[in-house]
Structure formats: structure tokens, C-alpha cells
């Protein structure tokens, strides 16, 4: 009958202790940012409760019911810690009744900014790097294609020097083949008479005629 009395006080206090109720309202936040914790009693009348962050006392809140709600910093929160984020586990303790919350825990960041800010800083930078990669890919479409019509334009202007030289190099074949076919003559003509008779010399080891005319 005794061990069966103190089990039954034993879940009366836990029941007890069990009362107190703590909700926050952000439970991720930077050390510029505000989050309200609110501790409850709902089986009665509170006169008011204390809040601790990691077993330290940051402030009571006094109450004309059966809830406290305490507003607090997120840079109170975290306390003097350096570190870039912090996991803070936050209770309450309602008075005169002692009951102790559960743990709650809050994500503070160690930077100077709001959570909307830092959304907006995000969005703004992964469009910034959007933009980069867009605008470095377009480069090398561009790159590649003038490349590719610089390298079509030389083949081009390469020919046309080709066949150019090919039809200056066949008019001077033809205009040496001429040039050889030619037989070249020196007339001399000295006066014109009746008893005049043209002469003809071929000049040795030569394809020259001289023609003599009296």
C-alpha cells in the first residue's frame, strides 16, 4: 500500500510539473530578430513565469492569467558565444505553482540581419548567379559560331586565290606557247626599182630572216 501511495504521488507531481506549456513564434532567427515565448498554465491562475535560455535567466513576464508571453532578441538568446549558429534550448516556470515547460529549441544565426532580409539576399544572389552562367554560356554559342563562319570565309577567299593563280598560270602558259610559235623578221628596204629582186638571209643557228629589198 505504500509503494502504491508514493507511485500515485509521484504521477500527481509529474502531472504537475507536466502543466506548463511553452510555444514560440520563430523558432529560427538571427541576433537582430524577435521571437515571443509564451508559457502557459491552462489548469489555473498564474501570477507570472520565468523564461531561461541554456539554464541561464533572460526575464520573467508578469500575468493576469493562466499564459506569459515574453518577447526577446534572438542576440539574448544566443548569448556570448561566437559561434555562427547556436542551438538554444529554452524552458519557462510558471509561478507560484514552480511548473517547469518542456524544452523548446531555437536556431539562432550570428549575423546582424532579419530572416526576411536574408531570404531576400538569397533570391537576389542565386539570380545573380543564374544570370552569370546564362550570360557565359551565350559567350561561347557566339565564340563558337564566329569561329566557325571565320573558318568557312578563309576556305572560301583560299580557293578563289587558288583558282586565280591556276588561270594566271594557264594564260601564261598560252601566251608563252604563242610567244614560242612566233617567227620574228627584219626587212631592210632600201629603194624600190624595177631590176630590184628581194633577197632572203637566214641567219645561222637562228630562226631570224633578214629580207634584203634594193
Not at 531561461?52 to 558565444?81: H, M, P, W, Y
Request: include cysteine.
Amino acid at each position: 500500500m505504500i509503494q502504491l501511495s508514493n507511485l500515485c504521488i509521484l504521477l500527481s507531481l509529474t502531472a504537475e510539473l507536466a502543466k506548463a506549456d511553452l510555444s514560440v513564434s520563430a523558432e529560427v532567427l538571427t541576433l537582430s530578430d524577435w521571437t515571443d515565448l509564451t508559457c502557459c498554465n491552462h489548469n489555473q491562475t498564474i501570477s507570472h513565469c520565468l523564461f531561461f535560455a541554456d539554464s541561464r535567466d533572460i526575464g520573467q513576464q508578469n500575468s493576469s492569467g493562466d499564459c506569459c508571453k515574453f518577447t526577446v532578441r534572438g542576440e539574448k538568446l544566443q548569448g556570448k558565444t561566437e559561434e555562427l549558429q547556436t542551438t538554444v534550448t529554452v524552458q519557462c516556470t510558471s509561478k507560484p505553482d514552480n511548473n517547469m515547460s518542456q524544452n523548446v529549441t531555437i536556431s539562432v544565426w550570428r549575423i546582424f540581419l532579419s530572416g526576411k532580409r536574408i531570404l531576400a539576399i538569397m533570391v537576389i544572389s542565386g539570380i545573380l548567379i543564374l544570370l552569370s552562367f546564362l550570360i557565359i554560356f551565350i559567350s561561347i554559342i557566339y565564340i563558337t559560331t564566329n569561329q566557325g563562319y571565320g573558318q568557312k570565309l578563309y576556305s572560301a577567299r583560299a580557293q578563289e586565290m587558288d583558282n586565280d593563280n591556276q588561270g594566271a598560270n594557264s594564260g601564261s602558259a598560252e601566251g608563252q606557247i604563242v610567244e614560242d610559235e612566233l617567227l620574228y623578221a627584219t626587212v631592210n628596204h632600201s629603194g624600190a626599182g624595177e631590176n630590184s629582186a628581194p633577197a632572203v638571209k637566214f641567219d645561222s643557228e637562228t630562226v631570224y630572216a633578214t629580207v634584203v629589198i634594193d
